[in-house]
């Protein structure tokens, strides 16, 4: 059985940073596909970032978040991180870790088949 278990989320102030990390553990980490996702109260879970098996092939960041955050993964750690900075009032969410059964990412949620228990990040104005 795979376990995604995030941490890293807490409070920060408005042009802060934090880093996510997700580890995992069940099954063959590197072979498969890893999103970020986040959902804020009231809204849709959203994806914010993904990352290939393999890093290099494919990596994706939601309008919202480029060139504010970045995702990567260390397999021999079994580890994926969301490394996050400019933050702003609106990154307030809880914060999703994901795994597809493939070897990418994908936009539609019902590709993962594996969840963290999310971990909440709440930024301050």
């Known amino acids: 059985q795979v376990q995604l278990v995030e941490s890293g989320g807490g409070l920060v102030q408005a042009g802060g940073s934090l880093r996510l990390s997700c580890t995992a553990s069940?099954?063959?980490?590197?072979?498969?596909?890893l999103g970020w996702f986040r959902q804020a109260p009231g809204k849709e879970r959203e994806l914010v970032a993904g990352?290939?098996?393999?890093?290099?092939?494919?990596?994706y960041y939601a309008d919202s978040v480029k060139g504010r955050f970045t995702i990567f993964r260390e397999n021999a750690k079994n580890t994926a991180y969301l490394e996050m900075s400019s933050l702003k009032p609106e990154d307030t969410a809880v914060y999703y870790c994901?795994?597809?059964?493939?070897?990418?990412?994908?936009?539609?949620?019902?590709?993962?088949?594996?969840w963290g228990q999310g971990t909440q990040v709440t930024v301050s104005s």
């Open positions: 994901a795994q597809t059964d493939g070897w990418n990412w994908s936009t539609q949620r019902r590709y993962y088949t594996s």
């Open positions: 069940g099954r063959t980490f590197s072979m498969y596909g």
């Open positions: 990352i290939s098996s393999d890093s290099d092939t494919n990596i």
